[in-house]
């Protein structure tokens, strides 16, 4: 079982930069894939960027790339994201999720079990 909680969030302005975090609890925390999604008004999550167990490999969508940063730090169960160059359009509730750790890239809502109750981030114009 892992529980996960999110912090950081809120207005910036465009252009700007913000640190999520997310702290884990859980014993198995080192063990799991950690992804950052997003839920903007009215659409989809979206999958942003994920980092696994081991912090050896990442991969992220094309919406986030060279902006936007995942770690990890298994020392103190949590995990980050850093964003920057904020667009009007990066605003949205921002969860982190936990997956078994695998051999793929993990990048569907369905494949992570454990979900945080998401931080408001908001990018004024």
């Known amino acids: 079982q892992v529980q996960l909680v999110e912090s950081g969030g809120g207005l910036v302005q465009a252009g700007g930069s913000l640190r999520l975090s997310c702290a884990a609890s859980g014993r198995t925390f080192s063990t799991y894939t950690m992804a950052w999604f997003r839920q903007a008004p009215g659409k989809a999550t979206e999958f942003l960027i994920a980092?696994?167990?081991?912090?050896?490999?990442?991969w992220y969508a094309d919406s986030v790339k060279d902006r936007f940063t995942i770690s990890r730090d298994n020392a103190k169960n949590s995990v980050y994201l850093q964003m920057t160059s904020l667009k009007p359009e990066d605003t949205a509730v921002y969860y982190c999720?936990?997956?078994?750790?695998?051999?793929?890239?993990?990048?569907?809502?369905?494949?992570?079990?454990?979900w945080g109750q998401g931080t408001q981030v908001t990018v004024s114009s």
């Open positions: 999720a936990a997956a078994p750790s695998g051999s793929s890239r993990y990048t569907r809502p369905y494949e992570y079990n454990y």
């Open positions: 980092i696994r167990w081991s912090g050896e490999d990442t």
